[in-house]
């Protein structure tokens, strides 16, 4: 062979082992795209109902009231730079600086731990939202959210531990814990009365001084708002499906199950948005994407969170986007649609 062949093969190789590195080679973005939905008021996975109430009398549901997801590289994987650039040209996909969506300053386990947090809370507030919206007797209560392991009440109190009474004051917030604590001096035994897996117990600490105020009483644990309620709620969803902006269609679906009359009259409508336990509908990531996996399963109508229109301005849809600002508003939306079965009388994105 000549020097020239020689020279094209040794080029040809060395293309095809770059191109081979390049395709290897991970880049500091993430992609985002539509991901799937999955009807709250049907099967879910595992063979289980997608939501389940239980200790409650329910009620016959129609249609399919569709949660929405978003399709994003995983925080324990890569995105190698073809499939940036794949995802980057490809309609309704889009690729963000891993950085955005994954902080450097948080490991791989922190990051996995709050989404699953996120998720376990919008649960909660979703069942709480539900059952105040449906009538249901709920009660606000301290909940015990972490116990140092350091502190007196280490295999004394528990996370979860709903706190009923403090000295045998009945307390409501966590502040008015925090606030009968104080009031004792380091040292001093603290009564407190908790509700654990539906019983009363009532538990006997010794304060200690706050780190931040040597003089400040503390018993070693960090309260957040819970609640009390009768029934329970059980779902039937993938644990991979994470994140907060499921807890409007949770509530919706709980709220359909658990009051007289379908809320869908037999249709097919997509949710997203976030909730609090008041109702209040936050908006959410990832809006465009969850459109166009809503208008893929055949969503006749999407209720969006008032907060993200602007994310949706212009957009061109199939689909009805019906904007909505608390769980009332959605409730609302829903029953005009069923009784005149059009959106036209509804605020639209």
């Known amino acids: 062979m000549t020097r020239q062949t020689w020279t094209a093969i040794a080029s040809a190789i060395c293309f095809v082992v770059l ?8 880049v500091p973005f993430v992609a985002w795209g539509p991901g799937r939905t999955l009807n709250l008021l049907g099967p879910g996975d595992a063979d289980r109902p ?44 889009d690729v963000l600086a891993r950085e955005v969506v994954y902080p450097h300053s948080k490991s791989v386990e922190e990051v996995k731990n709050e989404e699953v947090a996120m998720m376990d809370d919008s649960k909660s507030e979703a069942v709480v939202a539900a059952l105040r919206a449906a009538g249901q007797p709920v009660q ?4 015990v959210q972490s116990v140092g392991m350091a502190g007196p009440s280490y295999n004394k109190l528990q996370p979860g531990d709903l ?12 502040s008015e814990v925090s606030r009968l604590i104080s009031r004792h001096a380091v040292g001093d035994p ?4 908790v509700v654990r897996d539906g019983k009363k117990e009532d538990i006997t600490i010794t304060t200690v001084s706050s780190n931040e105020d040597k003089k400040l009483a503390v018993i070693g644990i960090v309260t957040a708002q819970g609640y009390r309620y009768t029934p329970s709620v059980s779902y039937g969803i993938d644990p991979q499906v994470v994140g907060p902006s499921a807890g409007l269609v949770f509530s919706l679906a709980i709220y359909d199950q658990v009051t007289p009359g379908d809320l869908l009259g037999g249709r097919n409508v997509a949710v997203t948005g976030q909730i609090s336990a008041d109702g209040r509908v936050g908006s959410i990531g990832g809006i465009q994407e969850k459109v166009a996996g809503a208008e893929k399963a055949g969503a006749e109508v999407f209720l969006v969170p008032s907060g993200n229109c602007a994310d949706i301005s212009g957009l061109d849809s199939s689909m009805s986007l019906v904007k909505v600002g608390t769980l009332a508003d959605a409730v609302e939306a ?3 649609l069923r009784r005149t ?3 036209k009388d509804l605020p639209h994105c």
């Open 190 to 193: 603290v009564l407190v009365s």
């Open 334 to 336: 829903l029953t005009t």
């Open 19 to 26: 191109a081979l590195l390049l395709s290897l080679l991970p």
């Open 341 to 343: 079965g059009s959106t």
């Open 50 to 93: 997608a939501i389940k109430v239980n200790g409650l009398k329910t009620y016959p549901t129609t249609g399919e009231l569709r949660m929405t997801t978003v399709s994003v590289t995983r925080v324990d994987s890569r995105l190698s730079l073809p499939e940036a650039v794949y995802a980057h040209w490809m309609p309704k996909r």
């Open 140 to 143: 606000a209560m301290p909940q």
């Open 163 to 174: 706190i009923e009474r403090v000295d045998q004051t009945a307390v409501k917030t966590p």
